[in-house]
């Protein structure tokens, strides 16, 4: 895999836990369905979604390229 930069590492784990966070709350609602829990599990929802497109911009943007000696030209 690609060496990241310490930006794109930043922004790969906010998502693991977003993504952490939002399987919690699912996990909540699997032990009690009658809870109020549609306002947590949108916002969670919402945290996912804009730390992995953090991440995707930030894996474009901060992958530093492997020393393989293949290079293309």
Excluded at 12 to 18: C, E, I, S, T, W
Excluded at 30 to 46: H, S, W, Y
Aim: hydrophobic share 40%; charged share 30%; no cysteine.
């Amino acid at each position: 895999m690609a060496n990241l930069s310490a930006k794109a590492a930043a922004s790969k784990q906010a998502l693991r836990q977003a993504s952490q966070d939002y399987l919690a709350i699912v996990e909540k609602v699997i032990e009690n369905p009658r809870g109020q829990f549609v306002e947590k599990l949108r916002e969670a929802e919402e945290r996912v979604a804009e730390k992995a497109v953090r991440w995707a911009l930030d894996y474009e943007e901060g992958v530093e390229p492997e020393s393989s000696g293949n290079h293309h030209q």
